[in-house]
């Protein structure tokens, strides 16, 4: 079964820096572009940055543009969302998720085929 898996979510006070990783259940998702969102209680899902499957290609949310990073290892089927300056307001669930082809574009959550679990991000004031 096809999976992708976060890890490295947590706690940590306004200012620091936590880094999530997203591992593959297999290399065919290589060539997959990826992209990781994030839920907040009582608000919708939300776009934070994707990187195609070649890596040449990221974005991000204007939100979290100069303080988060998305990077990819294809060799271990692994993408990972470094995160830095965090504030309160980025306290979420964040999911990594999966991509065949950005038809409409990278932001959109249905442009995505496979969805991790979530790990919990919570940032203290």
């Known amino acids: 079964q096809v999976q992708l898996v976060e890890s490295g979510g947590g706690l940590v006070q306004a200012g620091g820096s936590l880094r999530l990783s997203c591992a593959a259940s297999e290399h065919t998702f290589s060539y997959y572009h990826r992209g990781w969102f994030r839920q907040a209680p009582g608000k919708e899902r939300e776009f934070v940055a994707a990187?195609?499957?070649?890596?040449?290609?990221?974005y991000y949310a204007d939100s979290v543009k100069g303080r988060f990073t998305i990077s990819r290892d294809n060799a271990n089927n692994t993408v990972y969302l470094e995160m830095v300056s965090l504030k309160p307001e980025d306290t979420a669930v964040y999911y990594c998720?999966?991509?065949?082809?950005?038809?409409?574009?990278?932001?959109?959550?249905?442009?995505?085929?496979?969805w991790g679990q979530g790990t919990q991000v919570t940032v203290s004031s």
């Open positions: 998720a999966a991509s065949r082809s950005w038809r409409r574009g990278a932001m959109g959550a249905t442009q995505y085929d496979y």
């Open positions: 990187i195609s499957w070649s890596g040449s290609t990221t």
